[in-house]
């Protein structure tokens, strides 16, 4: 079965420093990864994706993603945190024509 | 992407009431999907709503509490029934957008709580 495990519940970074949340991810095939974030009271927004091809993609407000096949993680990184990316990031794993699964999300604080 | 919308925004109930709440797409999409974010927990797939079929429900969830209505392509309801304290949660719609892989848009939610 599909899963999504994200380690860290909560991470607090200082401002400027740089950022790396973890997913891994359990699926027979090569799954459609993906990257949300909550901000407070929000819905979910879409940071990236990745489907194929690169293995490292960039997405919005900075973020990049590396795909590892061999490690079966999809790792979010930003080299320089900002104070507004404090949020609640979810990664999820879907395959084509259904739902996502979701990881349990990584609350990321930022401290000045 | 998309832009969706979702009413009302949050509301308060009593138990034993229903709530029914409305989910509007700009654009035509043939999948939606409704999830559920109970307090500080992640997202759970309640049901998948396509435009002409009934919705399909996942484990844990039935059409006699969460019925699902999908009259179009930019529509679709979600009914939470006879509510109870339990049911206080997030309610999130997201559509699937097609292009050779899908990719889901989220609503802004529904933060309903059961008194």
């Known amino acids: 079965a599909q899963s999504v495990t994200q380690p860290d519940i909560h991470i607090t970074v200082s401002e400027g420093a740089s950022l790396e949340l973890r997913c891994n991810y359990s699926y027979g095939a090569t799954p459609y990864l993906f990257w949300y974030v909550q901000s407070p009271g929000q819905g979910l927004q879409l940071l990236l994706k990745?489907?194929?091809?690169?293995?490292l993609v960039q997405g919005i407000k900075g973020f990049e993603a590396e795909f590892k096949r061999s490690q079966s993680s999809f790792n979010l990184r930003k080299p320089s945190v900002h104070w507004s990316d404090a949020a609640e990031y979810f990664c999820?794993?879907?395959?084509?024509?259904?739902?996502?699964?979701f990881g349990k999300g990584t609350t990321l604080s930022v401290s000045s | 992407s998309a832009v969706i919308s979702q009413k009302p925004s949050r509301d308060i109930c009593q138990r034993g009431t229903s709530l029914t709440i409305q989910c509007q797409v700009d654009s035509q999409v043939t999948m939606m999907f409704w999830y559920r974010q109970q307090p500080g927990q992640s997202l759970t797939l309640i049901a998948t709503a396509n435009q002409g079929s009934e919705a399909t429900y996942e484990s844990g969830f039935v059409i006699d509490k969460f019925p699902i209505s999908r009259p179009n392509l930019t529509f679709s309801t979600l009914t939470v029934s006879n509510m109870s304290p339990e049911d206080s949660s997030i309610y999130l719609c997201?559509?699937?957008?097609?292009?050779?892989?899908?990719?889901?848009?989220f609503g802004p939610g529904t933060r309903l709580l059961v008194l």
């Open positions: 999820a794993v879907g395959v084509g024509g259904t739902a996502l699964i």
């Open positions: 997201s559509v699937g957008l097609a292009g050779g892989h899908e990719t889901q848009y």
């Open positions: 990745y489907f194929s091809g690169d293995t």
